[in-house]
């Protein structure tokens, strides 16, 4: 099992919500969750719109009964996420919001935070703030343009106020592949440090392909955030191979991709020291259910280690083996 092979934490992202895709309605995936994983984060239902529907109203059902899952298997939940542009995941009440939004925010940190202080052991508690072809730095959100900057501080020191035990992650994609992007994340994570803003990781997404960036560039990313300190999680990794819109996954193509989920996990090993490392999430479970086969390509795509049989693909062994030392 992937799980036995790592001193980290194995993840994989989890639908949850009442639907078809939800780990409750579709149980035949669970045997394969539950030998290889020992981590869960939801893919949708504790975002924003979700946890905080409305000004006053929070509804924490559905995390309840995921939590409650990952409890009963010895499986760590991570928070997945208290801050995020999306716009479909930003409920419509706080797009309308014309109070104090500092405050405002402020408040859905906290009572999240609160809520599940000693049950989620571990937050993305802002996704996605950075933007390399924006002038200021950064992601021009309804959050930075009503606050500015400061709302992604905000943000860790109230989370940490009002959970003093959860592992505060920024969370972020391409910071492995873009050096202008990056050095927007050690800008901003020196600045926090000299005034003590509680940061205590990273996660590093990567939604990665078969060829880019080079496994040098994504050691030296590793390499630049693990020496200042900061825990690293590999936070959403999954890899599309399909760039010939082809209708089978090729036993070429799934070499391919073997080696080269091989040779990222032994990136994340070799440069991130063992104290450093907190876990790699797998951005889904089989490939049928990954978002990539959502959001209306030309043909299905096969970026995770299991097909939609649960036998496990050659991507699974290319993880193991690094995982294994391999
Ligand atoms: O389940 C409903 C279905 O009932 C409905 O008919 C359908 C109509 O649109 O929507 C379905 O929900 C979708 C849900 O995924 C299903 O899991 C939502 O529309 C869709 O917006 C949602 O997309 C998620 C997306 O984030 C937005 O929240 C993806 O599953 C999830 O994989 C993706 O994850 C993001 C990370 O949070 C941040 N990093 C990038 C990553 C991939 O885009």
Same mark, same amino acid.
């Not at 409920?91 to 402020?106: F, Q, R, V």
């Not at 050095?183 to 020196?190: I, S």
């Given at each position: 099992?992937?799980?036995?092979?790592?001193?980290?934490?194995?993840?994989?992202?989890?639908?949850?919500?009442?639907?078809? *895709?939800? /780990? +409750?309605?579709?149980?035949?995936?669970?045997?394969?969750?539950?030998?290889?994983? @020992?981590?869960?984060?939801?893919?949708?239902?504790?975002?924003?719109?979700?946890?905080?529907? @409305?000004?006053?109203?929070?509804?924490?059902?559905?995390?309840?009964?995921?939590?409650?899952?990952?409890? $009963?298997? @010895?499986?760590?939940?991570?928070?997945?996420?208290?801050?995020?542009?999306?716009?479909?995941?930003?409920?419509?009440?706080?797009?309308?919001?014309?109070?104090?939004?500092?405050?405002?925010?402020?408040?859905?940190?906290?009572?999240?935070?609160?809520?599940?202080?000693?049950?989620?052991?571990?937050?993305?508690?802002? %996704?996605?703030?950075?933007?390399?072809?924006?002038?200021?730095?950064?992601?021009?959100? /309804?959050?930075?343009?009503?606050?500015?900057?400061?709302?992604?501080? %905000?943000?860790?020191?109230?989370?940490?106020?009002?959970?003093? %035990?959860?592992?505060?992650?920024?969370?972020?994609?391409?910071?492995?592949?873009?050096?202008?992007?990056?050095?927007?994340?050690?800008?901003?994570? $020196?600045? +926090?440090?000299?005034?003590?803003?509680?940061? $205590?990781?990273?996660?590093?997404?990567?939604?990665?392909?078969?060829? @880019?960036? =080079?496994?040098?560039?994504?050691? *030296?990313?590793?390499?630049?955030?693990?020496?200042?300190?900061?825990?690293? *999680? /590999?936070?959403?990794?999954?890899?599309?191979? %399909?760039?010939?819109?082809?209708?089978?996954? =090729?036993?070429?193509?799934?070499?391919?991709?073997?080696?080269?989920?091989?040779?990222?996990?032994?990136?994340?090993?070799?440069?991130?020291?063992?104290?450093? *490392?907190?876990?790699?999430?797998?951005?889904?479970?089989?490939?049928?259910?990954?978002?990539?086969? +959502? /959001?209306?390509?030309?043909?299905?795509?096969?970026?995770?280690?299991?097909?939609?049989?649960?036998?496990?693909?050659?991507?699974?062994?290319?993880?193991?083996?690094?995982?294994?030392?391999?």
């Amino acid at each position: 099992a992937l799980k036995d092979l790592a001193k980290f934490p194995i993840g994989m992202e989890v639908s949850a919500a009442n639907q078809e *895709r939800s /780990i +409750f309605n579709y149980p035949s995936q669970l045997p394969t969750i539950e030998k290889h994983f @020992n981590s869960l984060v939801a893919g949708v239902i504790m975002k924003m719109s979700f946890l905080h529907p @409305n000004e006053n109203e929070f509804f924490y059902t559905d995390a309840d009964k995921l939590n409650a899952y990952a409890i $009963d298997h @010895n499986m760590l939940l991570h928070g997945h996420t208290l801050i995020w542009h999306w716009d479909s995941q930003i409920p419509p009440w706080m797009k309308k919001y014309t109070g104090d939004w500092s405050a405002m925010l402020n408040n859905h940190v906290t009572q999240i935070c609160t809520h599940f202080a000693g049950k989620v052991s571990s937050w993305d508690v802002v %996704n996605e703030a950075l933007d390399e072809s924006d002038p200021s730095g950064f992601r021009q959100s /309804i959050f930075y343009q009503r606050i500015g900057k400061k709302y992604i501080e %905000n943000a860790f020191v109230a989370a940490r106020k009002a959970d003093p %035990n959860a592992v505060l992650y920024y969370n972020e994609y391409n910071i492995e592949s873009s050096d202008t992007k990056l050095n927007l994340l050690l800008t901003m994570l $020196d600045d +926090f440090k000299s005034r003590n803003i509680p940061v $205590d990781g990273v996660g590093f997404q990567m939604h990665l392909d078969l060829f @880019n960036p =080079s496994i040098d560039q994504i050691k *030296r990313s590793f390499k630049a955030v693990a020496d200042r300190g900061y825990k690293i *999680r /590999i936070s959403e990794l999954d890899m599309p191979v %399909n760039y010939n819109s082809t209708l089978v996954l =090729s036993d070429a193509v799934a070499q391919q991709q073997k080696e080269r989920y091989k040779s990222i996990v032994k990136a994340y090993l070799d440069s991130v020291p063992e104290s450093q *490392r907190t876990g790699i999430t797998f951005w889904g479970l089989v490939d049928g259910e990954s978002w990539y086969n +959502f /959001i209306g390509l030309p043909a299905k795509e096969w970026p995770l280690l299991f097909n939609d049989d649960y036998s496990p693909k050659p991507a699974f062994y290319g993880v193991a083996e690094a995982l294994a030392g391999k």
